[in-house]
């Protein structure tokens, strides 16, 4: 929904900041063309220490939504040629 200014400074006046924070829309909501890939708890471990992981499946070759088993936003990943997800930019921990 589309918000003015004056009626989320009335927002954070009522409820402070986490008032505001419930209008933030997910990190990947900018990316939902995006293909996605859910990986296990090792491999998302070794993903968001900036290791690349073997892709469980064979994937088209470019960038992806990389998610936790949990089902948590991770990273933007990029699916190689040989069939690994590369990180590019981790989320969480």
């Known amino acids: 929904p589309l918000h003015t200014l004056e009626g989320l400074e009335e927002k954070a006046a009522r409820g402070?900041?986490?008032?505001?924070?419930?209008?933030?829309?997910?990190?990947?909501a900018a990316l939902p063309t995006w293909p996605d890939i859910v990986l296990t708890r090792e491999a998302a471990e070794r993903?968001?220490?900036?290791?690349?992981?073997?892709?469980?499946?064979i994937?088209?070759?470019g960038r992806v939504r990389v998610y936790m088993p949990t089902?948590?936003?991770?990273?933007i990943g990029e699916v190689t040629a040989d069939a690994r997800v590369v990180p590019r930019r981790v989320f969480l921990p």
């Open 16 to 28: 402070g900041l986490a008032a505001l924070d419930e209008e933030l829309l997910p990190l990947d």
């Open 47 to 57: 993903l968001a220490h900036g290791q690349s992981v073997a892709a469980d499946r």
């Open 59 to 61: 994937w088209p070759v």
């Open 71 to 75: 089902g948590e936003f991770l990273a």
